[in-house]
């Protein structure tokens, strides 16, 4: 079959999961009896690997980014948790239009802008996640998007940036003694999260996470 050029694999699935389908991407198919249905275990992942450290019921979480991936941990986290939600990017219309989005299939209202509103944001913060490509190989060095002095102990940083497994963020998380959570941690919930969807069965979880860390 050809795909036309800027269609979706959505398009051509007999089924599309609810998030998934508002989130508007999949990164797993399954295939029973004929029928394809599609899944975003993204947003699920990263939810997990921050559920493990922290509460996230009707904390206050900045999302640093508005792109694919923030798109999909916020329509999780708001499918699953009542939050206080601010999204933040560097084209300040882009987390508009994201909480436009949002806005329309969740009844909350949501803070969007600039970076420039980091300081304020973060003060009465609980969870910062950095959905942005910054600080990742090759660019270890970039300046992170926020400094130790604007964090707090209270606060859980997650970088979405696997590798390096600490990131320039997560260096200056732990110069202000906040918790942080590495990228690894989303890349293993999301694939458990798909092999369950896959094989209905728990995945052998210290292995995986093994081999993931072995790999990189
Ligand atoms: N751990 C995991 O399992 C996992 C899963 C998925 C994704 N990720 C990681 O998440 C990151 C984002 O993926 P994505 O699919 O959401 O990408 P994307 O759709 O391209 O979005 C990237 C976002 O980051 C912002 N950005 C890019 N470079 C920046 C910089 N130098 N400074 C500040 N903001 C910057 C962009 O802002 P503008 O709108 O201004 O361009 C945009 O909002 C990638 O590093 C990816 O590897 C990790």
Do not use: C
């Not at 949501?110 to 300081?119: F, H, K």
């Amino acid at each position: 079959m050809t795909i036309p050029h800027k269609t979706t694999i959505m398009n051509y699935l007999d089924q599309v999961e609810e998030t998934a389908n508002l989130i508007g991407a999949v990164n797993t198919v399954k295939i029973e009896k004929g029928q394809s249905k599609g899944y975003n275990t993204d947003g699920i992942g990263a939810v997990k690997s921050i559920q493990e450290n922290k509460n996230i019921s009707h904390k206050k979480v900045i999302i640093l980014g508005a792109g694919g991936a923030a798109k999909a941990i916020s329509y999780q986290l708001l499918a699953l948790y009542e939050v206080e939600l601010v999204i933040l990017n560097r084209t300040p219309s882009r987390a508009m239009q994201l909480k436009t989005d949002l806005e329309k299939n969740f009844k909350i209202d949501i803070t969007a802008g600039g970076l420039s509103l980091v300081d304020q944001e973060i003060k009465d913060g609980d969870i910062l996640i950095d959905t942005t490509p910054r600080g990742m190989h090759p660019h270890e060095n970039d300046k992170p998007l926020v400094r130790a002095e604007q964090m707090h102990p209270q606060l859980l940083v997650n970088d979405l940036v696997y590798n390096p497994l600490e990131t320039s963020i997560l260096k200056e998380a732990n110069k202000a003694g906040a918790t942080t959570v590495s990228g690894l941690k989303m890349l293993l919930y999301q694939g458990v999260e798909s092999f369950k969807i896959w094989t209905g069965e728990e995945p052998p979880l210290e292995i995986m996470e093994k081999t993931i860390k072995k790999l990189l």
